[in-house]
């Protein structure tokens, strides 16, 4: 349930100037649009339109069980580990914990 906040912006003898704001929380991260419920993905406590979820690198579409974050940034797994081969895994203090959950995620993905 969502309510829009209602000020005054502006009030003479004649007229009254609404603006209708929407709530911070509901906006989409990237756009800064208002992401509706069923258009929308909550990832790392952020709001974002499911168009607007994707990756840095190649800009395809990710969903909550595709994605790596690393920094803040969201990633593919072929860009992902792309960007661990280039920058080599000591480097960005990703440890044993992420590379065995990048080998799982692989075992359970049906290629077609």
């Known amino acids: 349930f969502w309510l829009p906040f209602i000020a005054v912006t502006k009030m ?3 007229s009254v100037k609404f603006t209708i704001k929407t709530q911070k929380k509901c906006l989409c991260t990237v ?4 992401a509706y419920p069923m258009d929308a993905l909550i ?13 840095e690198h190649c800009k395809n579409k990710l969903s909550l069980g595709n994605y790596v974050s690393l920094h803040g940034h969201f990633y593919c797994l ?3 580990k792309q ?5 080599g895994n000591s480097d960005n203090g990703i440890g044993q914990k992420l590379r065995t959950w990048i ?3 692989q075992k359970n993905t049906v290629r077609v």
Not at 46 to 53: A, L, P, V
């Open 12 to 14: 003479t003898k004649k």
């Open 31 to 34: 756009c800064r649009k208002r």
């Open 43 to 55: 990832v790392d406590k952020k709001k974002y339109h499911k168009s607007c979820f994707c990756c």
């Open 78 to 80: 072929p860009h992902y």
């Open 83 to 87: 960007l661990l081969k280039s920058k």
């Open 103 to 105: 080998s799982k995620a």
